[in-house]
């Protein structure tokens, strides 16, 4: 991974850092914000949604096939052929061809673009957000059957292995000329999958014998 795209992936998860009511491309509007999805749920500032969605804050659109926008705080996480529009062009994108693949895109922060970030980041308290379904399952694992648990925890394993092989891949790829803070990230991105690893490995049995007590008690 070259620095041009890890300054790009950081320049991402800082500003864009369920069952569905089903039907064609409905609407949800706040004095603020304007989302439209094919599906879309509300559940207190947070709105999730999926489908050819689109976001348009102020002179911003987002286009998306999923997101989570928190209506308060105005952030939001997109996933799946993300593309952003402003009038001042924050990401350059150029595609490039792929014989029996779709084509490759590669974005570039702009000029404008830098210039945002770096007023973004005088923000003197960035806050460290924590929004996890796998803790909240775990919180009412006395509901849940063993074999579900154990599923559950399982398959949480199984994904931090794949953060940690992707941890891998990059430094393999070279970090000896990334500025600090980036291999500060990296480091931290690492020390959480190895001690959500470590701490699972360790407690799953906390879980195993709640299930015992409550059958024991009838």
Request: aromatic residues 12%; contains cysteine.
């Amino acid at each position: 991974m070259t620095k041009s795209k890890v300054i790009l992936l950081f320049f991402l998860l800082f500003f864009f850092s369920w069952p569905f009511l089903f039907g064609q491309q409905t609407q949800f509007t706040s004095e603020e914000i304007t989302i439209i999805a094919h599906y879309w749920e509300k559940k207190g500032d947070l709105i999730s949604a999926t489908g050819d969605v689109e976001v348009h804050y102020q002179n911003i659109t987002l286009l998306a096939d999923g997101a989570e926008v928190d209506v308060e705080t105005k952030d939001v996480y997109a996933w799946g052929n993300v593309t952003i529009r402003s009038p001042e062009e924050v990401v350059s994108c150029e595609e490039i061809p792929q014989e029996g693949k779709p084509d490759r895109k590669v974005y570039e922060i702009t000029e404008e673009g830098r210039q945002f970030l770096l007023q973004a980041l005088e923000n003197p308290n960035p806050c460290h957000k924590l929004r996890s379904e796998f803790l909240a399952t775990m919180c009412f694992a006395h509901l849940m059957p063993q074999k579900d648990i154990e599923t559950v925890i399982d398959n949480r394993l199984e994904e931090i292995k794949r953060y940690q092989e992707m941890f891998r891949d990059i430094e393999e790829g070279g970090t000896l000329d990334w500025p600090g803070g980036m291999k500060f990230v990296l480091g931290f991105g690492e020390a959480l999958a190895a001690a959500m690893e470590q701490y699972i490995t360790e407690n799953r049995h906390l879980l195993a014998k709640e299930i015992v007590a409550k059958t024991a008690t009838g």
